[in-house]
């Protein structure tokens, strides 16, 4: 089962705008991470916020995170052409087998036109 | 320092077939997953590993699907016999194991298999 929805689920804006896309999820979490899939590829990591910050920044990411809404965003400055991927949401939750599961979004299709 | 490692990278099989997959983790992570990643869709965790010890398979569907990771390094993943629905992207990941701690994971390039 995937805990985490994203929105929107598919985002077309042009190079230089900035791009917003959220995260909505169910239950309690530890962390919520943030991935980039290009076209074919593996996902690649780009920010983790812990669920004791409310904010964090990365180059041109920043991520915000309200517990108390079970939300999350990633909002991308200034975009590139190569700013074009599929982003996810991630959230990790603590198992009664004393290990982390990390549980994936549906994703959000980003496209950045030239 | 080198990344994940899978292969192959694309496979296609008739239904009922059989097929593996391997993982070659980053070297010194503890931790490895297995992810099915069906077009359109989030990955979808099937199997994570401890070392050699299995944590959670909860998704696994082990009428058809098994995976060993042999001595807590290389890993396989085995459908037999494969269904149409089993055409996805297998992912391999991996990370740092981290007591009480957050950690990120480093994902291989995937397997897309084609069931026909």
């Known amino acids: 089962s995937q805990q985490g929805e994203e929105d929107p689920q598919a985002l077309s804006i042009q190079e230089g705008e900035n791009a917003t896309m959220n995260c909505s999820y169910k239950?309690?979490?530890?962390?919520l991470q943030w991935y980039r899939q290009n076209s074919g590829r593996g996902l690649v990591h780009l920010i983790l916020i812990r669920s004791n910050e409310r904010e964090k920044h990365s180059g041109r990411l920043r991520v915000t995170l309200d517990t108390s809404k079970k939300s999350s965003s990633l909002l991308i400055t200034a975009s590139r052409a190569a700013d074009t991927a599929s982003y996810f949401c991630a959230t990790d939750a603590w198992e009664s087998g004393g290990y982390q599961k990390v549980t994936f979004g549906t994703g959000t299709k980003l496209q950045v036109i030239p | 320092e080198a990344g994940v490692a899978q292969s192959p990278r694309y496979k296609i099989i008739e239904k009922r077939q059989s097929v593996a997959f391997w993982c070659n983790p980053i070297?010194?992570?503890?931790?490895l997953y297995w992810y099915q990643q069906i077009l359109g869709q989030g990955p979808k965790l099937l199997i994570q590993?401890?070392?050699?010890?299995?944590?959670?398979d909860s998704q696994l569907p082990k009428d058809r699907f098994s995976a060993e990771r042999l001595k807590g390094v290389d890993s396989t993943l085995k459908i037999q016999p494969a269904k149409l629905e089993d055409s996805a992207v297998y992912l391999c990941?991996?990370?740092?194991?981290?007591?009480?701690?957050?950690?990120?994971?480093?994902f291989g390039p995937g397997t897309r298999l084609t069931v026909t």
């Open positions: 990941a991996s990370s740092l194991e981290e007591i009480g701690g957050a950690y990120e994971q480093y």
């Open positions: 239950t309690s979490i530890n962390n």
């Open positions: 070297s010194g992570h503890a931790t």
């Open positions: 590993f401890q070392n050699n010890g299995v944590v959670d």
